[in-house]
């Protein structure tokens, strides 16, 4: 009788888009949805030119969804989800994995957790077992919490303590936020990795680790219909409880400019300027991804050419534009400013390119080279299906839509010079503006 | 007057598999109807210029790489930083267009272009839509061949370059890189990383530039490969139209020190006092890429230090909670690369940790693998095969490889074939050629006086400042 139950959930969604972008480049992407009776959602992303699968599980939780106290659990549980389970051993799931010719891990962000592995499509079944056992029948035992709560104060350690770009942005986000949880990094305070004991595990077990609260993607060399099959034995008899009720802290709207400085052993200063946007699916988004795009890609770019190569003010230059759950940042970055320079200089430099955006519309050139740049960048990742997985999943955790990322194409298409100049003037504002510098020790005690 | 060589991954995974008794192999691991077959086809021009060119049309992409056969490892001795340096200036300037000119036009239709020098090779990359194939040609070729190397561009990447040298002291991982360089290859060019010295930089003249690329970059010491989708039979014109006025010329050979031997274990601490991890870093010079145990090499190197069934993980992290890290890899290069150990801990346990590590390299060199991680090894190598080759740009990377560093022809498609046929004597028998556990650079970033007292007890300790 299990056909008859597949064939009636069969494919609740099937979606094919078909889209021309402003390269000439005709984008195809199949995707197929089945929800579970436990709430599950399973997508389904046929491709069969290799022989392998990318089998991907998305649960809906991240750092902001933490409280001070416990910030970090989300990562750190990342780590005990590998320490075994009723049928697995620990650190068995990597090694069954490998044995079996194929690779796994797992990241946490701020909006969410995934795990993946990447293996021969006949492994399909296997990795469907293994990840349904751990998400019903997790081991969470006092050793086990013991040692990787080590490992992963040695990972604070490497990416935060000892890390320059670390400290630069745990800085930025401590300072923007005051209330919401982004304010926060992923990996925690060292004193909650510290005190985060094996009750709050459970606890965040049960509460996040369910059907109802994960989706499973899958993309590559596989049938859709047998897939269902598999991950309806797997998963169709785990139990979702009673889902949890979201908390949202929403961050007050800045009032004035905030600052910050930072003394690290570093023989050059860093400097980040952030500004408050809004969530992922806001209109401004693409505008603002564009404009990054224009000051600061590619070796014409704007900042690029005046900071970097007229001024030799600094070795590096980056711009990243948050699209999360919730409203981020919008972040320029300068990395090792330079003996001849200093972070109050590259300031200006970045406050006069921003102001002359308020000032000037963009060269339609510019606007056509960031969209070139954009939609060739999103083509060359999707070459495998591992990012494939990747970028339908981070659009499905941040805006409800696994091919959000697509559709955002048509966004970029539409947006104009005019709406460049629009959201300038709207968010790159002395009032909603934080700046934090990374400086040697050293000056400073040079001083009298 | 070509060579064709027609690789269908299909035919050669099933020819192999009757070799393959330990593996669970099954149809769809094999491939069936629906995997692509890679077709590459490789020429050689009159002017000695290879070109390979591979056919992938899943996407409408294409990557072309220049590789020219001259790295750090020719840099003149006062003059490290040389090769990379070239490389650098190459899309600062041609004959026929400026900095901003070239960075305008390939920024312009979204594509790559980079250039950058390693120790043994310089590589010209560039990557964009299929459609945009004639313009990063072009483009490619301009800059390989008449770079004009102005002396404004050269003061700006010689400052550049300086001070990112100068920043690696900020990074413990950096200073342990280049420690562990210096110690490994004395007066060997493999000492210096392919960035240079501050003082190497320092001394180079413009005329030391042109005098590199005149002697170095040459058609019949470069190999050209273009992978994507594109129509091999239509672009042989285009790289014929495009590269044949490249003048052929002799090629010197620079003759280069012998690889020193390391003599005990011979420490350095970097004394750096914010720290509160030290950085470990432990070796000594490994293999050479065509050595003939490189794959028992692979395998082994494999079960002591990759991933995470490795015998480093499974004691440092899985077990001890010691570190977030322990890998070991051979980077194998035409002379014989660094095998390194890289892991960290937190300073109160890193001499606890370097303890463990050198335990580790002990065992497993007096009492070598169990056929049970042999297997293991094996099936990943093998089941990882198809991941490998995945884009367009991992198939050329792989044929690359094989071209370079003059690998037997057939070498790809045998890839499978050699992993299997590795057995336990042979990896045990390399193990002990290979790995030397008494003969160790070791080099630690610390705050030095938190390990000193506990890294004497290994013997002779040298302490430095970054």
Known sequence: MVRTSIVCYLILLSLLLCMRISTGTQIEIDLKEHRLKNGLRLFMHEDHSSPIISFQVWYHVGSMDERPGITGISHLFEHMMFKGSKNVKPEEHSRIIQLNGGTDNAFTTKDFTAYFQNLPSSKLELAARLEADRMEHLQLTKETLLSERDVVKEERRLRVDNSLFGKLNEGLYDTAFLVHPYRWPVIGWMSDLETISLDDCKTFYQTYYTPGNAAIIIAGDMDPGNTISVIEKYFGSLSTPVRFKEVIHPEPVQSQQRQKEIFADTQFPWLAIGYHIPDTDDDDIPALELLGNILTVGRSSRLYRKLIYEEKAALSLFCSVDKNRNPGLFTITVGSIRKESTPKFAETIINESLEELKKELVTEREIEKARNKIETELIFGLQTNFVRGLRMGFSMERTGDPLWFIKDLERYERSTAEDIQRVAKKYFTQKNRTVVRLIPKKETREEP | ?466
């Open chain 2, 1 to 466: 007057m070509f060579k064709f060589i027609k690789v269908f991954i299909r035919n050669y995974i099933i020819a192999f598999i009757s070799f393959l008794p330990l593996l669970t192999f099954d149809k769809n691991l094999l491939g069936n109807d629906t995997l692509i077959p890679i077709q590459y086809k490789k020429t050689i021009q009159d002017n000695g210029l290879r070109v390979i060119m591979v056919e992938h049309h899943e996407f409408p992409v294409v990557a072309v790489e220049l590789l020219v056969k001259a790295g750090s490892v020719h840099d003149s001795q006062g003059k490290e930083g040389l090769a990379n340096l070239v490389a650098q200036l190459l899309r600062e300037g041609t004959h026929a267009k400026d900095s901003l000119e070239i960075a305008e036009e390939i920024d312009f239709i979204g594509g790559t272009l980079n250039a950058y020098g390693e120790y043994d090779s310089t590589s010209i990359t560039a990557t964009a839509l299929a459609k945009h194939f004639p313009l990063i040609l072009n483009l490619i070729s301009e800059v390989t061949r008449f770079p004009s190397f102005q002396p404004k561009e050269l003061e700006f990447h010689r400052g550049k370059t300086v001070t990112s040298i100068l920043r690696e002291k900020d990074n413990k991982m950096s200073i342990a890189a280049r420690n562990f360089s210096e110690m490994l290859y004395g007066i060997h060019p493999y000492a210096h990383p392919p960035i240079g010295t501050v003082e190497g930089l320092k001394s180079i003249t413009r005329n030391d530039i042109e005098e590199f690329h005149r002697n170095h970059f040459l058609p019949n010491n470069a190999i050209l490969t273009i992978v994507g989708d594109i129509n091999t039979t239509e672009i042989v014109a285009a790289v014929k139209e495009t590269f044949s006025t490249w003048k052929k010329e002799n090629i010197t050979e620079t003759p280069l020190p012998p690889i020193p031997r390391i003599d005990g274990y011979t420490i350095r601490i970097i004394n750096k006092p914010d720290l509160t991890q030290t950085e470990i870093h432990v070796g000594h010079p490994g293999i050479n890429r065509t050595d003939p145990d490189y794959f028992s090499t692979l395998l082994f190197s494999y079960i002591l230090g990759k991933g995470p069934t490795s015998r480093l993980y499974t004691k440092l992290r899985a077990e001890k909670g010691l570190t977030y890290s322990a890998t070991s890899l051979f980077d194998a290069r035409n002379l014989q690369g660094p095998f390194l150990i890289r892991t960290y801990s937190k300073n109160e346990s890193a001499i606890q940790t370097l303890r463990l590590v050198l335990d580790e390299l002990q065992k497993i060199t007096s009492k070598g693998i169990t056929n049970e991680e042999l297997d293991s090894a094996k099936s990943y190598y093998v089941g990882h095969f198809p991941l490998s080759i995945e884009t367009s740009s991992q198939i050329a990377s792989r044929i690359i490889e094989q071209e370079f560093y003059g690998l037997p022809e057939g070498y790809l498609e045998k890839y499978l074939v050699n992993i299997q046929s590795v057995s336990i004597e042979d990896v045990n028998r390399t193990i002990k050629r290979v790995l030397d556990p008494r003969n160790l650079v070791i080099v630690l970033v610390s705050k030095a006086e938190d390990i000193q007292a506990d890294a004497k007890a290994l013997g002779e300790v040298e302490v430095k400042e970054p």
